[in-house]
């Protein structure tokens, strides 16, 4: 299997590269700026929106795309770039992708996407546990762009006969960097609270992008993602009465589990999250 993995120098990007090369894939890695992942084979530099970087990237042909390059928040950058950036290169990817001849995809969607965690007045879903039916509650760029992305590979599935899997990753990082919000939260679990103190270890996002490269999948489809408990070692009912005491619980959610239903990806891919702090 060719892939070729769109911000391969990312916090996922690695992994994903990594865990590519651990199944034998060969990967093409299209990377903004800095090194390529190593363990590419065939690397461009340059700008996932345009045109005539991509179909170099794709130059000898691959089977299946993993579309990760995006600017990953609305705070440092103006919300225009972060809006169109994002949206274009989604679009020009997975549009260069198809007429190349590609049939499966894989695109970074987010829990952003419901709108919690970077709105400017504070939020409170409608619902737990949370699942794919979620409203959404959108008031910044990059959930607005998460959510245009979503209906682009709608589009593109209907279009082109793309397959696409949407994995709405949570906060996604490495032990360092989860142990770090982890003790922020342990303080203060408010810093956590529009994020319904959900996380995943990179390793787990990189093994849920090869099970819906490799899985028998077909059409489109947008999942939530997470690890099985919170970051917080406080009961979960209990975060959600403080933080959020006006939502609406559906099922009691045990212990410090955490509040995002995922047996949608369970079902889809087979995939559950196995790195825990």
Known sequence: MRVLVTGAAGNIGAAVCARLAAGNATTHALVLDGPPPATAEHSVTGDAGDPATVRAALAGGVDAVVHLAAIPSPLDHPAIDVFAGNTRATFNVLEECARAGVRRAVIAS?????????????????????????????????????????????????????????????????WDRLRTVAARCAGDPSVMAADSWSYLHVDDAAEAVWLALTRPVTGFHPVLLAAPRTLSERPTMDLIAQYHPQTEIRASIPGTATPIDTRAIEHLLGFRATRML
């Open 110 to 174: 987010s829990y952003s996407i419901l709108g919690l965690r970077f709105a400017g007045r504070e939020l409170h879903p409608a619902y737990y546990p949370l699942d794919e039916a979620t409203p959404l509650q959108i008031e910044d760029p990059y959930s607005l762009s998460k959510q245009t992305d979503e209906a682009t590979a709608a589009m593109m599935h209907r279009r082109y006969g793309l397959d696409i899997v949407a994995l709405r990753f949570p906060f996604t990082g490495a």
